[in-house]
């Protein structure tokens, strides 16, 4: 695992470096040349006697000790180089560049595997293969360009791609982004994404260690080591936003409940990335955009002011923002006005304020300061600044950068003017400012990391669960699903309110349970997964000769083996129900229930366990929340409850993670209380 010789060595061979810096031996051994590596440079190469300047080691027995070995040889010569290093030259840390493994072949696997635990015996430390390398500020081992400027407070960049973490980085350089540290996994033989976050937060100091993380990911192998570790890193202050790549899937999948239709790796991972409160982006320009909002003082509140000299691009930026729950309020009172008077005509000050083409930098200086100190109801700026070409705007930028080190607000500069400002933008930059190229990928980005929820707290436990009873059941039944006594044993003992219930198998029980429940009453068929689809539902049963019809009707439909007599109850249907997920733990759902959940499929998703704030804001993030408020005189549901019921289905799920499906669709809800009426369980054991 991550170890000294891997962030700090005191000396380096590359293993396959070469005067052909067309390859990434030589590219490499320039890099770290280039980026004047402190310590003892070596390089093993056997049809070479000087490399780039220095003497090489035709043979690598001929080598010293040395930390760190960067390997860029055929995979077939890998394990052998490996093992000597590792066993005779105490080498403690390897970053492999060569592909042929596990992404390519069988045998690449063995061989990946053959390395891994060659340097696991050794309690060494191994980045790839397959991958580009490692650059932070003590050596550029990386075989690629460009070089980002390195700043101990820049950004710390994961990425499983090479290529792909090479683009993230061409997006961001321009945008005035440093990089602290650069980690490309490849194939994560022994070190993957999870890791490196890990060793960054068990090693985090808040006076130097970097604020902002930036991940590209291709498979999360440890979805809890990930949410343990960017949970602690964002409790300590820390920023963090990540893609996720390839989490759809291709197809439908088959599934027994709704809440297996309505779960997948693609919610799994929007539910952990929001437990954690890390920003998820989908694109490279998202991902740096909102790295660069981050390098940015927080935005407190809401309210933006749009400062522009050209009228469309803020009226772009006012949809975008308006569209996404940022306000840009009206500026008005007598400081507008005094402010409008030191202005050309036909300037306005409304919001967005509009200082035309003509406006000065000495005007511009006027309106920040209005803004950071009169207009006290704003809690940031976005300056939007370009040029036609006619003039420097040197002047202009030199303004801002002073007003952005004196404002008590955020100031967002964007720089349209790519062509036209450049020098000025590389000027402007150069005072080690951030900027924004487009406006409209600026709103979506801060209004994303507005809009990301604070992460839950998990501090609220259920304490009245019946832990002894739930292990029982569950101890003692097989997989499949579980029968409907065993499903109100389960409800009760987590405290889950359920309709008063009966299952039956003979007609004379039918109406006696029927009649003892109180007509009138519902029949379902137990059995079957979708009742209503086979007819196996009636409702308003509420006599004994109609409750005996019934039971004759449902009970000859194929696949059922009891039928469930429950008293019909009245209220807005809901639903709450969780799925294991691969990897993931179980995830939760709630939702309107009923039929409404297969037609709107509108559901949240949260990966257990859930405290009360973030099941109520699970509640609120429903597309229907308005029916479950109440709406036009209807009753609505009571959300205390309905938060309740979700804290105690997780509850139920921590006591019993064998249970593999779980739907309560419908709860039915209403100003006073929830009740479950429809049940069904899926046990799922682990094989011995």
Do not use: W
């Not at 560049?97 to 072949?105: D, I, R, V």
């Amino acid at each position: 695992m991550i170890n000294k010789e891997l962030i700090n060595p005191g000396s380096i061979v590359v293993v396959g470096g070469s005067n052909k810096i067309q390859k990434p031996g030589g590219k490499v051994l320039k890099n770290i040349l280039d980026g004047g590596f402190r310590g003892e440079l070596y390089v093993s190469n056997p049809k070479e006697e000087e490399v780039q300047g220095i003497r090489t080691h035709r043979n690598p027995e001929e080598l010293p000790h040395v930390d760190l070995a960067i390997i860029a040889v055929a995979a077939k010569l890998c394990p052998d180089i490996i093992r000597l290093l590792a066993e005779d030259k105490g080498t403690r840390a390897f970053i492999l560049l060569s592909a042929g493994f596990s992404e390519e072949s069988e045998e690449g696997a063995r061989l990946e595997k053959e390395i891994r635990d060659i340097v696991n015996s050794v309690n060494g430390a191994l980045i790839g293969p397959n991958c580009i390398g490692v650059l932070n500020q003590n050596y550029n081992g990386i075989f690629t360009t460009p070089i980002p400027k390195l700043d101990p407070q820049g950004v710390d960049f994961i990425s499983g791609s090479g290529a792909t973490a090479v683009f993230i980085m061409e997006s961001a350089i321009p945008k005035g982004l440093k990089f602290s540290t650069v980690y490309s996994v490849g194939n994560s033989a022994q070190i993957g994404v999870e890791e490196i976050l890990k060793y960054m937060d068990e090693n985090f100091d808040p006076e130097k260690s970097a604020k902002v993380k930036l991940l590209y990911i291709e498979s999360i192998e440890n979805p809890q080591m990930l949410l343990k570790h960017t949970s602690s890193l964002i409790r300590k202050g820390c920023k963090i936003a990540a893609i996720k790549a390839g989490a759809s899937e291709a197809g439908s999948r088959a599934a027994s409940s709704h809440t297996g239709a309505l779960s997948s790796p693609e919610t799994a991972v929007d539910a952990l990335f929001r437990k954690a409160g890390i920003v998820r982006c989908h694109g490279r320009e998202e991902l740096t955009t909102v790295a660069s909002v981050f390098m940015h003082p927080e935005l407190k509140g809401n309210n933006i002011a749009i400062i522009t000299h050209a009228g469309g691009p803020a009226v772009l930026l006012t949809d975008v923002l308006a569209n996404n729950g940022l306000e840009i309020p009206p500026i008005e009172g007598p400081d507008s006005q005094e402010l409008l008077e030191e202005l050309f005509p036909g300037s306005s000050v409304t919001n967005p304020i509009d200082f035309l083409a003509t406006g000065t930098a000495e005007q511009l200086g006027k309106i920040i300061d209005y803004c950071s100190e009169k207009f006290h109801h704003i809690d940031g700026m976005v300056v939007i600044f370009g040029s036609p070409g006619l003039f420097p705007v040197y002047e202009v930028y030199d303004v801002l950068d002073e007003k952005m080190k004196k404002s008590k607000k955020p100031i967002y500069p964007i720089m349209p003017s790519v062509i036209n400002a450049k020098d000025e933008i590389d000027h402007f930059i150069g005072k080690d400012r951030i900027i924004f190229f487009d406006e409209v990928l600026f709103g979506q980005a801060l209004a994303k990391v507005r809009n990301t929820p604070l992460q839950a707290s998990n501090q609220t436990k259920v304490t009245d669960v019946n832990t002894k009873t739930i292990r029982t059941i569950v101890d003692n039944t097989n997989n499949g699903y579980l029968h409907p006594d065993q499903v109100r044993e389960l409800l009760d003992a987590v405290g889950i309110e359920r309709a008063g219930e009966a299952t039956v198998s003979s007609r004379e029980d039918a109406m006696d349970e029927a009649e003892r429940l109180g007509f009138p009453v519902v029949m379902k068929v137990v059995g079957p997964i979708h009742k209503s689809d086979v007819g196996g539902i009636a409702l308003n049963v509420s006599d004994r000769k109609t409750a005996a019809k019934e039971f004759d009707r449902m009970i000859s439909i194929q696949g059922t083996t009891g039928i469930l007599i429950q008293p019909m109850l009245k209220g807005t249907e809901i639903f709450i129900g969780a799925k294991k997920e691969d990897k993931f733990g179980h995830m939760l759902l709630c939702g309107l229930g009923g039929i409404l959940i297969e037609v709107l499929k509108d559901v949240s998703h949260a990966l257990i366990p859930i405290e009360k704030a973030e099941a109520k804001q699970m509640i609120h993030n429903l597309k229907g929340y308005g029916i479950i408020r109440g709406i036009r005189g209807q009753e609505g549901v009571n959300e205390e409850a309905f938060a309740e019921a979700i804290v105690r289905l997780s509850a139920l799920v921590e006591s019993a993670p064998e249970i593999a499906e779980i739907d309560l669709n419908p709860l039915l809800g209403n100003a006073r209380e929830i009740t479950a009426v429809d049940s069904r369980i899926r046990i799922e054991k682990q094989e011995e």
